[in-house]
């Protein structure tokens, strides 16, 4: 079954769709994930990675590591959740320090310059080693605070950290050092090891119009795992999703706008959450949308996106949304294995029911408890949606330079734009249609208001009408194919994989709930997890 890139009248809303009813004013650009001849790209591999400067800080340390040691790490970290590595680290069985050794044995392996590479990590934090050392020490001191403590984690390279560039994948941002953001405080205040940064659809899919997902100057061309060169990636947290998939790290962070998290997870067979927006601060992100903007956990396993979401969680003083919120923190994962689907009732979209997958991901949800309602989806549009984007970055990326970014000489995405135009064969060399339309559209405040409010009425009605009317606890659907409508009503989504087609393209279940539901999204997905088990390694790099 087809699956399309969810493309505004230009071309690009980073959601998903299946069908006209149900989709705002779209075409379609390609079909992107379903198999097919070897794509093309004008550009593959990074021309501004240095692999020498990448692994200097390691190499001594990876040359003590013995491929006998990596391989004998294998059964006991690959495809493995957060509280069965932790077990064995309390076993003796290695320690945080070989587990980063372990994943970055695994990205020196599979992610540049080789017939397997992916090109889904754009920077490794040269302090991680001599972090995972302490806290070696800080565990046999029973220091531990969360079950995050020591795990190596990668965050998508639009999120801002003391230790590396925040670059969004452009070359106008490689030397944008910075504090790090409040979810990397939060992070850290937990014990996580930041290992280092993900490639990106360049500045979060919002630039270049016609370039591929999961590509960026900085990062290059991102390659699915489990279609090299066929599959799409989605976007734009493709290298937090191929990482993720590929084993090379523990997890990743990953943000959306509308779809940026579900699409490269549910393509890339992995579990990604959409929160609630203000539930995870988005102080330090470098911004699209401060009205959609969110980030969010991308993981192999619900339990794992449970406990990365936590250890995020905070109010953060400085973000508007955060602060408005006002979410309590939860752990979100201590009582998983207790919850059920006995008595769920699910909406299931009648247009969707072609897709195999989808009916036998129905079918499991039945067979664990759940009532399954199959209704038709109200036509709705999602008018200016894309004037929404453009009026916000405009706004948003000149306060994020003045706010969180480094020395830069930036003030305005024109500014973007001047610079890439001095070398754009190196810097934009698919253009940057989505940045000039920003610069060309206004809008006054009563008329932006006012796409704001149709926005989210109409989002809301798609879910809130047949919520109400079947009196569902949530709606089902695929990939990221109704993203945007959860986007513009701030509604919370999960994915998790329900398998893979006949051409071998994953697909994801995913669930739409209400705001500050997320706790019942883990129910239900650790449960439709838990009796599916549709999973699969990426059979490439499982070595």
């Known amino acids: 079954m087809k699956k399309c890139l969810f493309l505004l009248s230009v071309l690009l809303m980073f959601s998903c769709k299946k069908e006209k009813t149900t989709l705002v004013n779209s075409e379609v650009k390609n079909d992107s994930?379903?198999?097919?001849?070897?794509?093309?790209?004008?550009?593959?591999?990074?021309?501004?990675?240095?692999?020498?400067?990448?692994?200097?800080?390691?190499?001594?340390?990876?040359?003590?590591?013995?491929?006998?040691?990596?391989?004998?790490?294998?059964?006991?970290?690959?495809?493995?959740?957060?509280?069965?590595?932790?077990?064995?680290?309390?076993?003796?069985?290695?320690?945080?320090?070989?587990?980063?050794?372990?994943?970055?044995?695994?990205?020196?392996?599979?992610?540049?310059?080789?017939?397997?590479?992916?090109?889904?990590?754009?920077?490794?934090?040269?302090?991680?080693?001599?972090?995972?050392?302490?806290?070696?020490?800080?565990?046999?001191?029973?220091?531990?605070?969360?079950?995050?403590?020591?795990?190596?984690?990668?965050?998508?390279?639009?999120?801002?950290?003391?230790?590396?560039?925040?670059?969004?994948?452009?070359?106008?941002?490689?030397?944008?050092?910075?504090?790090?953001?409040?979810?990397?405080?939060?992070?850290?205040?937990?014990?996580?090891?930041?290992?280092?940064?993900?490639?990106?659809?360049?500045?979060?899919?919002?630039?270049?119009?016609?370039?591929p997902s999961g590509y960026s100057a900085v990062g290059g061309q991102t390659l699915n795992p489990y279609g090299r060169k066929i599959l799409d990636t989605g976007g734009s947290s493709s290298g937090s999703a191929v990482a993720v998939a590929a084993n090379f790290a523990v997890a990743a962070v990953g943000s959306e706008t509308s779809g940026s998290i579900l699409s490269p997870s549910s393509q890339n067979s992995v579990v990604g959450l959409k929160p609630s927006i203000g539930l995870l601060s988005r102080g330090g992100i470098i911004p699209i949308s401060s009205t959609l903007d969110t980030p969010g956990p991308i993981t192999k396993s619900v339990i794992d996106n449970a406990i990365l979401l936590s250890a995020m969680s905070g109010r953060d003083s400085s973000d508007p949304a955060s602060?408005?919120?006002?979410?309590?923190?939860?752990?979100?994962?201590?009582?998983?294995?207790?919850?059920?689907?006995?008595?769920?009732?699910?909406?299931?979209?009648?247009?969707?029911?072609?897709?195999?997958?989808y009916v036998n991901a129905l079918e499991d949800l039945k067979a664990a408890g759940a009532e399954v309602i199959v209704f038709e989806a109200e036509e709705i549009d999602l008018p200016n949606f894309l004037r929404l984007l453009n009026l916000d970055m405009k706004k948003d990326l000149p306060e994020y330079f003045q706010k969180y970014g480094g020395d830069l000489e930036y003030n305005s995405v024109a500014d973007i734009i001047s610079y890439n135009n001095k070398d754009s064969v190196m810097r934009a060399p698919y253009g940057q249609s989505l940045f000039k339309g920003v610069v060309a559209d206004s809008a006054t405040a009563e008329d932006f208001t006012a796409i704001k409010d149709t926005l989210y009425a109409n989002g809301k009605r798609f879910f809130d009408v047949p919520m109400k009317e079947y009196q569902l606890d949530g709606i089902l659907s695929i990939n990221n194919y109704h993203a945007g409508f959860a986007a513009v009503a701030h509604y919370p989504a999960i994915t998790v994989p329900m398998g893979y087609s006949q051409d071998k393209a994953p697909e994801g279940l995913t669930f739409f709930a209400k705001p500050l539901q997320e706790a019942q999204l883990y129910e239900w997905a650790y449960n439709y997890e838990k009796v599916s088990k549709r999973r699969k390694s990426p059979e490439n790099y499982q070595k």
């Open 323 to 357: 602060v408005k919120l006002k979410a309590k923190i939860s752990d979100y994962y201590t009582e998983l294995e207790e919850s059920s689907l006995k008595g769920k009732r699910f909406g299931a979209l009648k247009s969707l029911m072609e897709d195999s997958l």
């Open 33 to 211: 994930t379903a198999a097919s001849k070897e794509m093309e790209f004008k550009v593959l591999d990074s021309k501004f990675i240095e692999n020498d400067s990448l692994w200097k800080p390691f190499q001594q340390e990876l040359d003590a590591f013995s491929e006998a040691r990596y391989s004998s790490l294998l059964p006991l970290v690959i495809d493995k959740d957060i509280p069965s590595i932790q077990k064995s680290v309390y076993n003796g069985e290695f320690s945080y320090e070989e587990l980063v050794l372990f994943y970055l044995k695994r990205i020196q392996k599979y992610d540049r310059e080789n017939e397997l590479s992916l090109n889904s990590v754009i920077s490794l934090n040269p302090f991680v080693l001599e972090q995972a050392r302490e806290k070696d020490i800080q565990l046999k001191n029973k220091m531990l605070k969360h079950p995050i403590f020591g795990m190596p984690i990668l965050l998508k390279d639009n999120i801002n950290t003391k230790d590396l560039p925040t670059t969004a994948g452009a070359v106008a941002l490689m030397n944008n050092s910075t504090k790090d953001a409040y979810l990397v405080e939060r992070l850290k205040d937990n014990g996580a090891l930041i290992l280092g940064k993900t490639n990106l659809s360049e500045w979060a899919y919002f630039f270049c119009g016609d370039c």
